[in-house]
């Protein structure tokens, strides 16, 4: 749920509504909430036009930075 103070909440329904999480991510309000697949949770403000990408699954990841050449790079996850 968005609140009108910029901030982002979440309730675990099966635990009769025990907070999950708190985010405060901006001063404006929260006007739109999306669900991304890859369990991101997207959420925007139009007042001030930010967007934030919140991921409540903790995952740890190594990158490696490869030189392509021509002044190109990419960078490649390594899942633990």
Known sequence: MGLQGG???????????????????????????????THLIIAATEQSRELYA?????????YVYLDLGRKQFCTVALEH
């Open 7 to 37: 901030q982002l909440v979440g309730f675990d329904i099966q635990k009769n509504f025990e907070l999950t999480f708190l985010f405060n991510l901006s001063s404006s309000p929260i006007t739109s909430i999306k669900f991304d697949p």
């Open 54 to 62: 919140i991921s409540l699954i903790t995952k740890e990841v190594n």
